[in-house]
Nanobody, 127 residues
Framework: QVHLVESGGGLVQAGGSLRLSCAAS????????MGWFRQAPGKDREFVSS????????HYSDSVKGRFTMSRDNAKNTVYLQMNSLNFEDTAVYYC????????????????????WGQGTQVTVSS
């Protein structure tokens, strides 16, 4: 059974930083591209970042580019999202997702291309 478990969320002041982690189990992690999505109250789920199976191709949404950094550690079956310069608009539940074979070249921001999802971790930024 596949499990994706996010951690690291919490309450932070505007301008602060958080580091999210997503630990995967029950799958061949190195075969999966990974993504981070988020959903704010009353809004649709939106793409944040993705990494290809080998970690060499990383995409970011325009709203987080330059502030967030995604990485993966295949030895630990874990992906990370370092979030700096957080602002109120970053408040959301953050989800990690795994997509089999996603190489980062075709629509990594399409949530339907991901096979497995975590339960999410809440990030709240106070202004």
């Amino acid at each position: 059974q596949v499990h994706l478990v996010e951690s690291g969320g919490g309450l932070v002041q505007a301008g602060g930083s958080l580091r999210l982690s997503c630990a995967a189990s029950g799958l061949s992690f190195s075969l999966y591209g990974m993504g981070w999505f988020r959903q704010a109250p009353g809004k649709d789920r939106e793409f944040v970042s993705s990494t290809s199976v080998n970690g060499r191709i990383i995409h970011y949404s325009d709203s987080v580019k330059g502030r967030f950094t995604m990485s993966r550690d295949n030895a630990k079956n874990t992906v990370y999202l370092q979030m700096n310069s957080l602002n109120f608009e970053d408040t959301a539940v953050y989800y990690c997702a795994a997509g089999l074979g996603l190489d980062g070249t075709i629509a990594p921001d399409n949530s339907r291309r991901y096979n497995y999802w975590g339960q999410g971790t809440q990030v709240t930024v106070s202004s």
